[in-house]
């Protein structure tokens, strides 16, 4: 899922404003994979494990001095709204910050969030529409 211009998103009691974008990728953690005797390919595979990923870009103009530290636990919260429509519809996820990453791009001050999604059972998705 890709968001561009995502609204109100929040991290925690935290509002992030001047959100560019935000990136929500599924990856397999571990992959079962098995081979017959008759071949070199592989014949069967499965994903018993798998993990979320959030990725969000902001810019700003001043200092950012309320930056997250990886390891900060939250729920984060963003409105999505599908091609411009009423029907927006918020997203919640509990997520672990794993990297806060600032840059300069064509002028401006970027921040790059990554954060990982947690299933608060194991079995249930992170990722709640």
């Not at 798998?50 to 309320?66: D, K, P, T």
């Amino acid at each position: 899922m890709l968001i561009l211009d995502p609204l109100d998103v929040s991290f925690g009691a935290r509002s992030w404003r001047d959100v560019r974008s935000l990136a929500v990728s599924v990856e397999a953690a571990r992959v079962a994979e098995s081979w017959s005797d008759l071949g070199p390919w592989c014949v069967f595979a499965d994903v018993p494990e798998r993990r979320v990923r959030v990725q969000i870009v902001r810019s700003f103009e001043g200092s950012e001095l309320a930056a997250p530290a990886v390891g900060d636990e939250a729920l984060l919260t963003f409105t999505v709204s599908e091609g411009g429509s009423e029907s927006a519809r918020q997203v919640v996820a509990r997520c672990v910050v794993t990297a806060v990453r600032h840059e300069i791009a064509q002028g401006k001050a970027v921040q790059r969030l990554d954060l990982l999604a947690l299933s608060e059972t194991g079995g249930a998705t992170p990722i709640e529409m």
